[in-house]
């Protein structure tokens, strides 16, 4: 059948009119605002306001004060909480669940082993058997991109037919001739000569069969466009029934097993066991408690593959430069997460992921800018090291402006070994940190369409 005869046959809004199926409303979230809290796994008591013009408010402060300096109110976790070192995965693993979500509700520490994120395997789990009717993040997600598939596709649908009904209009009518306006005639089917076998061809001279026609605009003789919508183009499915994914299946009686745990990085370990004091690791296979001096050595021994000897480690550890960075963004209350997905080292959330996206994406680069990597002997290694090409920046680069972050560069100096001379042993790991230095440069990528004077 010729296109054309299909598209007069088609009314130019029958599949216009057809709304789409009304959005079904969306749970409510959760507080996320009382659920975190407390941004780190430490508890703070501030002092009351002092009011200059209310005597009582002094003696509240002062009363106050000297109560905290007599008997302090614990800060800590009491029992501290306790991971294992697992040297598989050079990462440390947290199997208590009531730690699991206080580590991750109090500043978003460590990543679920079976999770995106957060660790939310066992409600998964539970909504699958159906205990549970309360969505998980991993399915809020799943749904918002099915959404926003079947928006693309209704945009597209709408876009093709604002088309096709541009090109009816202009179909109607022939080129100009000599002022007059002519009207195009109706198209009607011709027969020709032949009649059709059974295998579909056409007995009779080949002369006598239509002869293909390029699609133009303004062309006489252009036929008209034709659309064909699927089914499921014209009925969208529906997103899929929360009570078919929570049907219980056979089997599902059993008891529950929680087979996730959280894996914190091996810098998030040491700024909870060091910086906050709030962890203690211990080995996997001994169960022996390993201390923080130890724990230090073994993150630099692991940051390589495989790990290297303690005579053989250096000031530009990965793992020495990668900290440094954590424990200096940490400090000035930055949520650090792990940049992996967007090629960079860490990305900064302003309170966390469940808040707001990120706002920066860091890349941390080594800098020997102390005289001692200048000599001759150790220019050569320390200039591979610090070089990077330039089309790596700018897909970097890239990545970020599409993404809406900003990148930032981490440029961390290198002190010479005589400084960490003593870290083959008992470390002070305080005197350590502070040898090496933070320069951050903001880079913005210039768009010509965008930066014009």
Not at 14 to 29: E, F, H, I, L, S
Request: with cysteine; net charge neutral; charged share 25%.
């Amino acid at each position: 059948m010729p296109s054309a005869v299909f598209a007069d046959s088609l009314p130019p809004q029958a599949v216009g009119d057809q709304k789409p199926a009304p959005r079904p409303p969306r749970t409510p979230r959760p507080n996320y605002a009382r659920i975190h809290a407390l941004p780190i796994p430490v508890k703070t008591y501030p002092l009351p306001t002092f009011v200059p013009n209310n005597p009582i408010s002094l003696f509240h402060l002062a009363y106050t004060f000297f109560a905290h300096l007599l008997s302090a109110p614990p800060s800590h976790p009491q029992p501290c909480f306790e991971a294992y070192f697992s040297n598989e995965t050079r990462s440390v693993h947290v199997a208590d669940p009531a730690t699991v979500r206080a580590l991750w509700e109090q500043g978003f520490f460590g990543k679920g082993s079976l999770s995106r994120s957060e660790p939310t395997w066992m409600d998964r789990e539970k909504r699958r058997r159906g205990l549970l009717a309360v969505e998980t993040s991993e399915e809020v997600t799943q749904k918002r991109r099915a959404e926003r598939r079947a928006f693309k596709k209704e945009r597209a649908r709408k876009e093709r037919e604002a088309i096709e009904e541009k090109l009816r209009e202009e179909g109607k009518l022939v080129n100009v001739q000599d002022g007059e306006e002519v009207h195009k005639p109706d198209v009607e089917t011709q027969s020709h000569e032949g009649e059709p076998t059974e295998g579909g061809a056409v007995n009779g001279p080949v002369d006598a069969l239509p002869a293909p026609e390029k699609a133009g605009f303004g062309e006489a003789g252009d036929a008209k466009k034709s659309v064909r919508f699927s089914e499921s183009e014209l009925h969208p499915r529906p997103l899929k029934n929360d009570a078919s994914a929570a049907r219980p299946t056979i089997g599902d009686d059993e008891p529950i097993v929680d087979q996730e745990h959280l894996q914190l990085t091996l810098e998030e370990a040491l700024f909870l066991t060091y910086g906050l004091g709030t962890l203690r690791v211990r080995d996997e296979a001994t169960g022996q408690l390993i201390s923080t001096s130890s724990l230090f050595t073994m993150c630099r021994q692991h940051s390589y593959f495989p790990p290297k000897a303690i005579a053989d480690l250096q000031p530009d550890d990965p793992f020495l430069i990668s900290y440094v960075v954590y424990h200096h963004f940490r400090s000035l209350g930055w949520v650090v997460r792990s940049g992996i997905k967007f090629a960079v080292d860490y990305l900064l959330y302003n309170r966390g992921p469940v808040f707001s996206h990120a706002e920066f994406a860091l890349i941390v680069l080594p800098s020997y800018s102390h005289p001692y990597w200048s000599e001759p002997s150790r220019k050569s290694q320390t200039v591979a090291k610090e070089s990077k090409q330039w089309w790596w920046l700018h897909c970097v680069n890239r990545v970020q402006s599409q993404v809406r972050k900003n990148l930032v560069l981490v440029y961390v100096d290198i002190p010479p070994p005589s400084s960490l001379a003593d870290l083959s042993g008992t470390v002070n790991i305080t005197e350590a940190l502070q040898c090496y230095r933070i320069r951050e440069f903001s880079l913005k990528r210039w768009i010509p369409n965008r930066s014009r004077d």
